[in-house]
C-alpha cells in the first residue's frame, strides 16, 4: 500500500498494547467514514494487519479475535474484509514462499465464522475457495457460472408481436383509456393488465410502452399513472431504454420532441421511478456540441463588437455580407431540438429543482438559462418560491400583487417564510438565472424589494447571533446584486423604473459596497456573458453616436438619447463619456446639461466612474514637461464641480477619494476637492480679485455673495447643505483640513525631489488655496455647535496635529468669533441694559471671558523669550480678529444696494416680463436690499464694539522692558509676514491693522519703524514666496503704500494722522555736543526723504530681482511691481531704472520663457501708462538749495552738490539708526573708491536722472565748484580776511563763469560732436575718475584694490556693463573728514548690526554709540583747527596738479586710443552688489544727496547704441588697471582729507545758522 498506518512497534507489543491501539484505529476510522470521508482507510489498517499474519509476525488465533470485534463496528464490514482477502488472494498466489499462502489460507479459514459464505464465494477465486472447503471441486463450479450466465444474457423468450395479436393490445388501450373519474384505481387498473398479459400472453415491455404512450396522451393524469407504472414492477432501468427509444425518435433534422414526452420523463425523474443518469445518455445533443456551441456564441458575440468598434473600408462591408449571407443559408435547415434543454424545463414547470439543478450543471455557465424557455420557466418558480416571505414584507402598501397559485407537487422547494428560507432554494436559483432575469422585471422588482426590506432589519438587528446571521444573508444579497440584479438591468432596455427601483436597494448599502458593485459591473460582467459582449458593443457605438452630435443647441434632445441608454448601461456610457472629457473640455457644459434626465442609480454610477478615471494608475497626472497638471485631471475636476452642483450625487466616495489621497501624500487631486467647494458652495479662492470684490469680502455674509466673487452665487443653498451633510456624516471635516495642511508644508519636501520648482509651487499654492477655500466654507455653513465640536483648541491643533501656526488660528478664528457673540448675548440676556456703553463693557467682558483661555494656550506655542518682546494678548488678537472686525465697508454696501436699485428699475421698464415674474423678482431685489442694509447696520454696532474692546487692550499689547527694534522684529516675524501671505483679505487686514495700532496710539510701537523694516527688505521674502503668495504680497505693500502715499501726499492729513503720534517720534540730536535723548515728532519734510528713501530701497529690491536671471525671483518681483503699481513708482528716474529693467527682460525671455515675458510686457505696458502720473525727484521730497551758494540748477540735486545746509538727521523713537551708514561705510570702504570723489564723480539733474559723466569740462567744473563753495564757506565763517584768500575767491569765480560757459557748449553741442569726440571726452573723464579712485589710498590696501577691480571684471561683461554702474547709495560729502580709525569702527559697527536691512536701532545701545561717536567728531574738529592754516596753500597747488593730469590723461589717451568706458561700471559693480546687503538710508542722506542707483544705470538710447557700435579694440578700455591713477595719488588724497576736514569745521560752526531745519547734523543710525 501507499502508506503504513500499522506502526512496527504496535507489531512487537501487540499483546501489551498493540492491539488496543489497533482497534482504536479501526474506531476512529469507521467514525471518520460515517462523516463521509473515504473507506480505503480502513481497508489499509486490515490489509496491513493481514499481512502480517502471512508474513508470519502475527499469530493467527490472535489476529482473528480483533478482526471478528472489527465486525461490530460496522454493517459493512465483511464486505470491506472480503476485499482485502480478495485482494490478498491475487498477491499470494503469485508468491514463491507457499508458507505464506498457507498462512492466507488458515487466516482466512479462521474468519469463516463471522463472514458470509455468499460474499467470499463472490470475491475469491475458486481455487481458494476449493482449498477453505466452501466448494467441491473448482472446475464444476466453473462450469456452473458459465451456464447461469448464459441463461441469464443470451437465452431470448418468446413472445407475441404487437400484429400477431392486436386483440390482447387493444382492450389494454381501452382499459387505460377509460375514465378515471370514478372509483377506478391504478390498482385496479393494473389487476386487468395483468390478466391481459396472462391471457393473450402479451410482451410486459410492450405493455409498459403503451402505458407511457396512453400516459403522453392524458399527461393530466400524473397521479394514475405514475403510481400504475410505479406497481407494475418493471426495472428502472428498462422504463428507461423504452424512454430513450422515444427520445430517439425524434432526432432527425426537422424534427420536434413533444412537449408531453418531456413531461412524462420529468415526472417519472421527479418521483425517482428513472434516474437521471440513465436517461441522460439518450439525449441529444451531445455535451461536448453544447461546449463547442457556447464557445461559437462566445466568438461571435466577440466578433460583432469588434466590427462596431473599428472602421470598415467599404469594400471590405460588401465582402462581410456576402458572407452573412452564406451563413444564412446555412442556417436553413434547422437542427433536432436540444431535448436536454427541453426536459429541463419540464422539470422547472412541474418544481423539480434538486433534477434541474443537475442537468444545469451539465452545460456551460448560463448556457441554459440563455434561452428563454428556460428562464421564464426557472422565473416562474421563483416567483412560487418567494411569493409568500414577499407578500410578508416586500409588498408595497395599497399594493394587491398578482395571485400565484402554488405547485400541487408536494417535492417542489418549499416557499420561503423568512429570509433565512432563502437560503435553502432561492438563492441558488436566482445564481444560476443569472442576467436572464431580465426576461422578467416582475420577479426583478420583487428580489429588490425583498432586498431592500433585508437592509432595514438588518440596520435594526441587535445581538451577536442575528448579527452574524444578518452578515451572512447580506453577503448573499451583495452577491445576489453583483450577479443577477445588475446584469439583468443591463439587458433590459431602457426601463428607467427598474433603475429606480434598483437605486432604492441600492442607497442603503454603504458607498464602498456600492461602488465594488459598479466596480465589477463595469469592469468583469460584461465580458462573462455573450448577450453582453454584443450589448457593450452596441452600447459604446449609440454612445458615440450622440458625442458626435452633441452640442449645446441640441443638449434637449441628445440628453433623452443619452438617458435612454444610460438606463440600462450606464457605466459603459458613462466611460466613454468621460474619455470624451478628459479630450475635450470644451464638452463639459453640454454633457453636464444633457444629464438631466438621468435615475438616481445612474448619477452614483456616474460619481464612481469620476472617481475611476481619476484614480487611472496609466494616466500621468503631470504634463510631458512636469511642470504643469495634466488637462485631463483639470477637465474632470472642472466636471466634477459642476455635476456634483447640479444633480443630487452622493459625495462621500468622492470626499474620502481625496482624504486618502492626502493621506498618501498626494495634493493632485486636491484640485478636484477646489473645483466642488466653488461650485457647490459658491466659495471661489482667487488672487486675481478687484478691489471692489476684496472691500466686499470684508463685510458680512450677504455682501461677500453679492460683491466677493466673479460669478454671481445663487441657488447654492441646496448643493451646499450636501456637502455640509456629507462631510459631518463622514466625519470628514476636520481630517481634511489637517491633512491639507501637513500636506501644504509637505509639499516641498515630499514633492520636490523629481519635480520642476514651478510645478511644486503650483502644487503648494493649490493645497494653500484649498485649504482656505474649505476653512471658509466650514465657517460659513457650520452651525456654531457643529464647528466647536470638531475643531480642538489651538494648542492642540499646532501641538499634537503639528498644524502651523497661520493655519491654527485660521481654523480657530471663526470659533472664537462665534463663542464670543454667544458669550456677549448671554450676558446681555441676564444683565438687562440698553446704555451703548453698557453693550460695549459686556461685549469686552465676553472677549475677556473667551479670550483668556487663548491667551495661555498660545504661551506654549512659542519660547519664552519672545513674550518678552510681545504680549499673548496682542498676539492673540492680532490672529484671532479679521477685516470683518477692523472696518465697515459703507461703500462696497452703497454699491450693491445701488445695483439691486438699478435691477428693480429695469425690471420696472421691460414691458416683455410677465407680471408675476416681475413681481418675484422685485421682492427678490427688495430682500436682498434689506438683508444689506441690516448687515451693514449689525458690521458698523459690531466694529465700534470691536475698536473700542481694542483701546482698552493697547496698553497691555507690548512690553515696555524690551526694545522696540526687538518687538518690531518679533511682530513682523511672527504676525505680520505668515499672515500677510495666507490669503487676499489678510494681506489687506495686516495693511490695515498696522494703521489701526498706529491710530490707537499705541505704546511703545514705532510705526516708522515698521513701515521701515517693511520696505527695506523685500529681495528675501519676495524670493522665498509662491507665485499666489507673491500676489498676496503684492497686495499687502500695496495696502502699506497707500497709507504711506496718502500721508506723503499732504501735510495736513500728515499732521493730522502722524503728527502727534507715538510711532512717529525721533531723537534728534546736534553735531558737536551731547545733546539729550528727548523725542520729538518727525517732521513732515523729513518723512517726505524717508518716503522716498522707501521707494528707492524698493527700486534696488525689484531691480536686482530682476537681474538675478532666476526664474522665481523675476515672476515674483514682476507679480509684486503689478500689484502696488498704483502706489509705486511715483519718482520718474526709479519708474525709467525699473522701466529699463523689465525691457531688458523683455527682450532676453520672449524666446526662452514665454510667462515671464508676458508677465513682462504686461507690467512694461501699465508702467509706461502710469509715467504721466511719475513726478521728478525734486517734486516728490523737497531738495533745498545750498545757503549762501549760487549753484547751477543742474547740480543743486546731484550727489556732489556739498553746499547745502547741514541738516539734521533723525534717530527714529529709537532713533532711525546709523544702520544705513554704516553699511555705505562697509560696502564702500571695500572698494578703492574715494567717498568724496566718488560721490563728485557724477551731476545729476533736476530731476534726479544721473547725468551722463562723459566730459572732462564736466569733471573739471565740478573740482573747481567744490573747492569754490569750501572758500566761500570759510570766507563767510570766518572773521578776518585776508588779502590771499580774496584773491583765491576772485579765481574761484573766474572758474565758475568758465565751468558754467563749458556747460552750456557741453549741452548744446552734445548732439552735435561727433562719436570720436565723444568717446575722447568720456576716455579723459574715466581716467580722471580713475585718479580720484587711486588718491583714497589710506583706506584701502593697493592689493585689496586690484583685487576688486579684477573680480569685478570677470563677473560683469557684455551687456552688463551698461548696468552695472552707479549702484551706490549717495553718501554726504562730510564723510570725508573721517579718520581711518572712525572708517574701521564704523565697519565693526555695521557688522555687529542685528539687521541688514534695517535702519533703526534700540534707545539701549544709544548712549554708548552717541559718546564714541562724539568723540570722533571733537577730535576731527581739532584735527581741522590745527590744519586750517594750510588749506589756502593746499587749495592754489590743485590748479597746477589739474594741469599736469591733463597733460598726463591726453598722452595716456594717445598711446591707448581703443580702450573703452566699460572699466568705470566694472569697477562699481562689486559697491553694487555689496548696497544690495546694504541698510537703509538716513533721512538726512536722503535729503543731502541725489539717488545715484539705479536710477543713473539706465542709458539712454543714444548712449546705449553708441555702446553697441564699439569696436573690440575698445573693449580693451576695460582693463584699465588702477596704476594709470597712481601718478598723483598722494597729493589728491591728501588734498581731499584736508578738504574733508575743513568740510567738517564749517558744518560745525555753521549748525546755528540752520537750526531752522534740523537741530542735529549727526548722522542718524
Known amino acids: 500500500m501507499a502508506t503504513r498506518i500499522l506502526p512496527g512497534e504496535w507489531v512487537k507489543n501487540w499483546e501489551k498494547s498493540g492491539k488496543h491501539d489497533f482497534v482504536q484505529l479501526c474506531k476512529g476510522l469507521t467514525e471518520k467514514i460515517d462523516h463521509g470521508c473515504q473507506i480505503k482507510d480502513i481497508q489499509s489498517a486490515l490489509y496491513e494487519l493481514c499481512w502480517q499474519v502471512v508474513q508470519g509476525n502475527l499469530k493467527l488465533d490472535l489476529v482473528a479475535n480483533v478482526l471478528g470485534e472489527m465486525m461490530e463496528l460496522r454493517e459493512d464490514m465483511p464486505s470491506i474484509l472480503a476485499d482485502v482477502f480478495s485482494v490478498l488472494d491475487l498477491e499470494t498466489v503469485a508468491l514463491e514462499e507457499k508458507h505464506k499462502r498457507d498462512h492466507y489460507i488458515q487466516l482466512v479459514g479462521a474468519c469463516l465464522i463471522f463472514l458470509p459464505e455468499a460474499i467470499l464465494k463472490e470475491r ?101 399513472f405514475l403510481s400504475l407504472i410505479k406497481s407494475y414492477m418493471c426495472e428502472a432501468l428498462t422504463l428507461c431504454h423504452i424512454l430513450g427509444f422515444k427520445f430517439k425518435f425524434y432526432q432527425e433534422p426537422n424534427e420536434e420532441t413533444p412537449k408531453s414526452l418531456y413531461h412524462i420523463a420529468a415526472a417519472l425523474l421527479h418521483h425517482n421511478l428513472i434516474e437521471l443518469e440513465d436517461l441522460y445518455v439518450h439525449l441529444l445533443p451531445l455535451d461536448a456540441a453544447i461546449v463547442e456551441e457556447h464557445k461559437l456564441v462566445i466568438s461571435e458575440a466577440k466578433q460583432i463588437a469588434r466590427k462596431l468598434v473599428m472602421v470598415v473600408v467599404p469594400s471590405d462591408k460588401s465582402e462581410d455580407k456576402e458572407k452573412e449571407k452564406e451563413k444564412e443559408d446555412e442556417k436553413i435547415e434547422q437542427p433536432p431540438d436540444n431535448q436536454k434543454l427541453g426536459l429541463l424545463e419540464a422539470l422547472l414547470r412541474i418544481g423539480d429543482w434538486h433534477h434541474a439543478q443537475s442537468i444545469m450543471d451539465q452545460m456551460p455557465s ?51 417564510e423568512s429570509f433565512e428560507d432563502l437560503r435553502r432554494e432561492a438563492f441558488s436559483m436566482l445564481g444560476y438565472l443569472g442576467p436572464h432575469l431580465a426576461h422578467d422585471p416582475i420577479l426583478f422588482a420583487k428580489i429588490v424589494r425583498l432586498g431592500k426590506a433585508f437592509m432595514k432589519e438588518y440596520q435594526n438587528s441587535e445581538g451577536s447571533d442575528v448579527k452574524d446571521k ?105 466611460d466613454y463619456m468621460l474619455s470624451q472629457i478628459q479630450w475635450y473640455d470644451n464638452l463639459i457644459v453640454p454633457v453636464v446639461d444633457s444629464l438631466k434626465y438621468l435615475t438616481s442609480l445612474n448619477y452614483d454610477v456616474l460619481a464612481y466612474c469620476i472617481m475611476e478615471a481619476l484614480a487611472n494608475p496609466e494616466k500621468e497626472k503631470m504634463k510631458h514637461d512636469d511642470t504643469t497638471i495634466s488637462s485631463w485631471l483639470q477637465s474632470l475636476a472642472s466636471l466634477c464641480g459642476a455635476v456634483f452642483r447640479k444633480y443630487p450625487i452622493d459625495l462621500a466616495g468622492l470626499l474620502q477619494y481625496v482624504t486618502n489621497q492626502l493621506k498618501a501624500g498626494k495634493s493632485f487631486d486636491l484640485l478636484i476637492l477646489k473645483e466642488v467647494v466653488q461650485k457647490m458652495a459658491g466659495i471661489e479662492v482667487t488672487d486675481e480679485m478687484t478691489s471692489e470684490q476684496l472691500e466686499a469680502m ?35 471635516a476636520l481630517p481634511l483640513c489637517v491633512l491639507m495642511v501637513q500636506q501644504r508644508n509637505g509639499v516641498v519636501f515630499l514633492e520636490s525631489g523629481d519635480k520642476d520648482l514651478k510645478l511644486v509651487g503650483h502644487l503648494y499654492d493649490q493645497c494653500h488655496d484649498t485649504l482656505v477655500q474649505f476653512g471658509g466654507f466650514l465657517a460659513s455653513n457650520l452651525s456654531t455647535e457643529d464647528y466647536i465640536k470638531r475643531v480642538p483648541p489651538i494648542d492642540v491643533l499646532c501641538n499634537q496635529f503639528h498644524t502651523p501656526h497661520d493655519a491654527a488660528f485660521f481654523l480657530s478664528r471663526p470659533m472664537y468669533a462665534h463663542q464670543i457673540l454667544s458669550k456677549y448675548d448671554e450676558l446681555k440676556k441676564t444683565e438687562k441694559g440698553n446704555r451703548q456703553q453698557q453693550k460695549v463693557q459686556k461685549y469686552v467682558a465676553a472677549c475677556e471671558q473667551v479670550m483668556a483661555p487663548v491667551h495661555e494656550a498660545v504661551m ?42 438699478a435691477q428693480i428699475k429695469a425690471i420696472d421698464e421691460n414691458p416683455e416680463t410677465p407680471m408675476n415674474k416681475k413681481k418675484k423678482e422685485k421682492e427678490r431685489c427688495t430682500a436682498l436690499q434689506e438683508k444689506l442694509q441690516e448687515e451693514e447696520k449689525k458690521q458698523l454696532e459690531h466694529v465700534q464694539r470691536v475698536l473700542h474692546r481694542l483701546k482698552l487692550e493697547k496698553d497691555k499689547w507690548l512690553m515696555t522692558k524690551s526694545t522696540k527694534n526687538e518687538t518690531i522684529t518679533k511682530f513682523l516675524q511672527l504676525c ?51 507665485e499666489n503668495e507673491s500676489h498676496r504680497y503684492g497686495r499687502f505693500l500695496c495696502c502699506m503704500l497707500e497709507t504711506v502715499t496718502r500721508w506723503h501726499s499732504d501735510r495736513a492729513v500728515y499732521e493730522k494722522e502722524c503728527g502727534n503720534y507715538p510711532g512717529f517720534l525721533t531723537i534728534l540730536r546736534a553735531s558737536g555736543f551731547d545733546g539729550g535723548q528727548q523725542a520729538n515728532p518727525l517732521d513732515y519734510e523729513n518723512f517726505r526723504h524717508v518716503v522716498h528713501k522707501w521707494h528707492y530701497m524698493l527700486t534696488k529690491a525689484s531691480v536686482h530681482c530682476l537681474e538675478t536671471g532666476d526664474y522665481t525671483h523675476i515672476r515674483n518681483i514682476l507679480i509684486v511691481l503689478i500689484k502696488i503699481l498704483p502706489c509705486y513708482p511715483k519718482v520718474l528716474n526709479l519708474g525709467q531704472a525699473l522701466e529699463y529693467r523689465v525691457h531688458k527682460i523683455c527682450v532676453k525671455e520672449k524666446e526662452k520663457r514665454p510667462d515671464l515675458y508676458a508677465l513682462a510686457m504686461g507690467y512694461s505696458g501699465r508702467l509706461k501708462s502710469q509715467k504721466v502720473r511719475m513726478v521728478p525727484e525734486n517734486e516728490f521730497h523737497h531738495k533745498e538749495p545750498p545757503a549762501r551758494n549760487a549753484t547751477p540748477a543742474g547740480q543743486q540735486n546731484g550727489p556732489g552738490s556739498t553746499g547745502k545746509p547741514a541738516t539734521a538727521t533723525m534717530k527714529g523713537d529709537d532713533g532711525l539708526s546709523d544702520d544705513a551708514d554704516r553699511g555705505k561705510d562697509k560696502s564702500q570702504t571695500s572698494k578703492p573708491v574715494n567717498k568724496a570723489n566718488s560721490a563728485a564723480a557724477k551731476v545729476t539733474t533736476s530731476n534726479g536722472n544721473g547725468a551722463l559723466n562723459s566730459s572732462k569740462t564736466i569733471k573739471e567744473r565740478d573740482d573747481k565748484e567744490k573747492s569754490g563753495k569750501e572758500k566761500k564757506e570759510k570766507r563767510e565763517k570766518t572773521p578776518a580776511s585776508t588779502s590771499e584768500t580774496k584773491a583765491e575767491a576772485r579765481r574761484e569765480k573766474l572758474r565758475e563763469e568758465r565751468a558754467g560757459k563749458d556747460e552750456r557748449a557741453l549741452r548744446e553741442g552734445k548732439e552735435k560732436a561727433p562719436k570720436a569726440d565723444r568717446d575722447k571726452v568720456k576716455a579723459e573723464e574715466k581716467m580722471k575718475d580713475d585718479k580720484a579712485k587711486a588718491g583714497n589710498g589710506e583706506s584701502v590696501e593697493p592689493s585689496r584694490e586690484r583685487d576688486a577691480i579684477k573680480e569685478s571684471k570677470s563677473k560683469e561683461k557684455g551687456d552688463r556693463g551698461a548696468v552695472a554702474g552707479s549702484r551706490k547709495s549717495p553718501v554726504p560729502r562730510s564723510e570725508s573728514a573721517d579718520t581711518e580709525r572712525d572708517h574701521k569702527r564704523r565697519k565693526l559697527d555695521s557688522h555687529s548690526s542685528p539687521s541688514h536691512s534695517s535702519s533703526v536701532k534700540d534707545n539701549s545701545n544709544e548712549p554708548k554709540e552717541s559718546t564714541s561717536k562724539h568723540h570722533l567728531i571733537y577730535n576731527s574738529l581739532a584735527r581741522s583747527k590745527s590744519r586750517e592754516r594750510e588749506l589756502d596753500k593746499i587749495d592754489s597747488e590743485n590748479a597746477l596738479l589739474r594741469c599736469k593730469e591733463k597733460k598726463e590723461e591726453k598722452e595716456r589717451k594717445e598711446r591707448k586710443r581703443d580702450i573703452g568706458l566699460g572699466e568705470r561700471e566694472v569697477s562699481l559693480e562689486p559697491k553694487r552688489r555689496k548696497d544690495e546687503n546694504g541698510t ?46 597712481s601718478a598723483g595719488g598722494k597729493k589728491e588724497s591728501r588734498r581731499d582729507k584736508e578738504r574733508s576736514e575743513k568740510k567738517e569745521k564749517r558744518d560745525s560752526s555753521g549748525g546755528k545758522e540752520d537750526k531752522k531745519h534740523h537741530k542735529s547734523s549727526d548722522k542718524h543710525r
Not at 158 to 166: Q, T, W
Not at 400 to 414: D, I, S
Not at 723 to 730: N, P, Q, S, T, V
Not at 1480 to 1508: F, G
Request: net charge positive.
Open 1480 to 1525: 537703509i538710508l538716513s533721512s538726512d542722506a536722503s535729503k543731502n544727496s541725489q539717488c545715484e542707483s539705479p536710477c543713473d544705470s539706465p542709458l539712454s538710447a543714444e548712449r546705449e547704441k553708441s555702446k553697441r557700435s564699439k569696436s573690440s579694440s575698445k573693449e580693451k578700455g576695460d582693463s584699465v588697471k588702477p596704476e594709470r591713477t
Open 470 to 574: 444578518m452578515e451572512t444573508l447580506l453577503s448573499c444579497f451583495l452577491s445576489i446584486a453583483d450577479q443577477v440584479l445588475l446584469p439583468s438591468l443591463s439587458l433590459m432596455e431602457c426601463n428607467a423604473c427598474m433603475s429606480e427601483e434598483l437605486w432604492g436597494f441600492f442607497k442603503l448599502f454603504p458607498y464602498h459596497h456600492r461602488y465594488r458593485l459598479y466596480g465589477q459591473w463595469k469592469n468583469e460582467t460584461y465580458s462573462s456573458h455573450p448577450l453582453l459582449v454584443k450589448v457593450k458593443a452596441h452600447t459604446v457605438e449609440g454612445a458615440r453616436y450622440i458625442m458626435k452630435r452633441l452640442t449645446k443647441e441640441n443638449v434637449k434632445q441628445s440628453g433623452r438619447q443619452i438617458g435612454k441608454l444610460t438606463h440600462s448601461n450606464p457605466t459603459i456610457v458613462f
Open 698 to 732: 470684508t463685510g458680512g455674509e450677504q455682501l461677500k455673495a453679492e460683491g466677493g466673487y466673479f460669478g454671481q452665487i445663487r441657488n447654492t443653498k441646496k448643493s451646499s447643505q450636501r456637502l455640509k451633510d456629507a462631510l459631518l456624516d463622514h466625519e470628514l
Open 976 to 1026: 505680520l509676514f505668515p499672515r500677510c501671505i495666507f490669503s487676499s483679505i489678510d494681506a489687506v487686514y495686516c495693511a490695515r491693522f498696522v494703521e489701526l495700532v498706529h491710530q490707537q496710539m499705541t505704546p511703545n510701537f514705532c510705526t516708522l519703524l515698521c513701515y521701515d523694516r517693511v520696505f527695506s527688505a523685500i529681495i528675501y521674502t519676495v524670493a522665498s514666496c509662491t
Open 124 to 224: 475469491l477465486d475458486p481455487e481458494t475457495l476449493e482449498s477453505l472447503g466452501l466448494i467441491k471441486q473448482a472446475h464444476q463450479f466453473n462450469q456452473k457460472i458459465v451456464k447461469i450466465k448464459t441463461k441469464l444474457f443470451y437465452k431470448q423468450q418468446k413472445f407475441n408481436l404487437l400484429r400477431e395479436e392486436n386483440e390482447g393490445y387493444a382492450k389494454l388501450i381501452t382499459e387505460l383509456g377509460q375514465d378515471l373519474s370514478g372509483n377506478i384505481t391504478s390498482h385496479i387498473v393494473l389487476e386487468s393488465i395483468k390478466s391481459l398479459i396472462g391471457c393473450f400472453n402479451l410482451d410486459p415491455n410492450r405493455v409498459l410502452d403503451i402505458i407511457l404512450e396512453v400516459y403522453e396522451s392524458r399527461s393530466d393524469q400524473d397521479e394514475f
Open 860 to 901: 506654549s506655542l512659542h519660547p519664552a523669550r519672545v513674550w518678552e518682546d510681545l504680549r499673548p494678548q496682542f498676539y492673540a488678537t492680532f490672529w484671532s480678529l479679521t477685516m470683518y472686525d477692523l472696518a465697515v465697508p459703507h461703500a462696497a454696501y452703497e454699491r450693491e444696494i445701488n445695483k439691486l436699485k
Open 366 to 416: 448560463f448556457y441554459a438559462t440563455s434561452h428563454k424557455f428556460i428562464a421564464l420557466a426557472l422565473c416562474q418558480l421563483l416567483h412560487l418560491t418567494v411569493d409568500p416571505l414577499y407578500r410578508g414584507v416586500g409588498l408595497p402598501k395599497g399594493a394587491r400583487g398578482c395571485v400565484m397559485h402554488p405547485l400541487k407537487n408536494k417535492r417542489a422547494p418549499k416557499p420561503a
